[in-house]
């Protein structure tokens, strides 16, 4: 028996814009996937070194940018240790968002989509404001709210550094109207570090606390930790997998009881992240072996919308409109 014959209220979140058709974290990705059908403009955030917020899949820039190719720039590489973790490339809190303007974006896994290579190059590094002014030009043009779903990026790090993200997030949400309970257009916060989320409280939006696949998150996917998320937070961004796992036959497993019991203790849950190449599809979900063809995303679609789910990440906006178009009609 299907749920969730509301439809409309699951939300397509366009994971750092349209990124399976043009380099993510761009304004031409975040355009087309709004125009593709995603109701939400997700967004990755940094910082450079003069407090400027900018959207990039990690402080580590080199892989998504091509500061690697500027000679002028070369001695910015360096090491750094983030969240335990040690990582080598150039990092946009050693720039100033002058010399982030001057660099250009790069796809970043041109191995899985190679097409969009052909926009290397083409497109800068947005900045917060310039992204918010981007969802309401795009709802007024589409005449549907386009919303921003922003997630600060290593929050904790970026705090010892002396570069927090959670005040000027805070002053250019309240600054362009997109603070309380009525912002001009849709806002949700994400964080996988509960404390960022708390301090972000009092904007009045809906939080949403992002959880993966290690040991360290399995409580909170109980009902008990579900219950402490719940005092802090509105919803949940668990990896897809810890609502259906892909079985060792490379199929789609039974869903846990993560969204029931998320719902029972009042969260939206919205899964990350949906992706239509054979690359990152189960195995029997595969269309021919080629890993940068398309398969059958459809049905992975239908399944977490059968389970219950409020919302998806998805890097193929269109893909996921599509499915859940179907779904209605079916259901």
């Known amino acids: 028996m299907r749920r969730n014959k509301q439809l409309p209220h699951i939300k397509i979140i366009s994971h750092r814009g ?5 380099p993510e974290h761009t304004l031409a990705s975040y355009t087309l996937g709004a125009r593709y059908g995603g109701d939400f403009i997700e967004v990755d955030l940094v910082s450079t070194k003069d407090g400027h917020l900018i959207a990039r899949h990690e402080s580590e820039i080199g892989h998504t940018t091509d500061v690697a190719t500027r000679p002028e720039f070369a001695d910015r590489a360096g090491t750094r240790t983030i969240d335990g973790a040690e990582v080598t490339g150039f990092f946009a809190e050693d720039f100033t968002l002058a010399e982030i303007k001057t660099l250009r974006a790069v796809e970043r896994l041109p191995e899985v989509r190679p097409d969009n290579t052909a926009h290397d190059g083409d497109y800068p590094v947005p900045t917060l404001e310039e992204i918010i002014a981007l969802a309401k030009a795009l709802t007024k043009e589409l005449g549907r709210p386009i919303g921003i779903y922003p997630e600060t990026k290593h929050p904790a790090y970026h705090a010892s550094i002396g570069l927090e993200l959670e005040p000027p997030l805070i002053r250019a949400l309240s600054e362009h109207g997109l603070a309380g309970p009525e912002p001009q257009v849709p ?10 989320l708390q301090k972000l409280r009092d904007l009045e939006l809906p939080l949403v606390f992002l959880m993966g696949t290690e040991e360290k998150w399995r409580h909170f996917t109980t009902p008990e930790g579900l219950a402490e998320v719940a005092e802090f937070a ?14 060792d036959e490379g ?11 998320a719902h029972e203790a009042g969260l939206l849950v919205h899964p ?23 398969g059958g995303f459809a049905t992975e679609y239908d399944a977490f919308f059968v389970a219950g789910v409020d919302g998806v990440f998805t890097d193929h906006s269109r893909h996921a409109f599509l499915a859940r178009e179907i779904f209605m009609e079916e259901g």
């Open 251 to 261: 199929k789609l497993g039974e869903p846990t009881a993560l969204v029931d019991d």
């Open 234 to 247: 509105d919803a949940i961004g668990p990896h897809k997998s810890m609502i259906i796992a892909v079985t």
């Open 187 to 196: 806002v949700f916060l994400q964080s996988f570090e509960a404390e960022s």
């Open 18 to 22: 349209a990124s399976g058709h043009r």
């Open 272 to 294: 990350y992240t949906f992706r239509s190449e054979n690359h990152f599809l189960p195995e029997t979900l595969r269309s021919g072996t080629d890993a940068t063809t398309y």
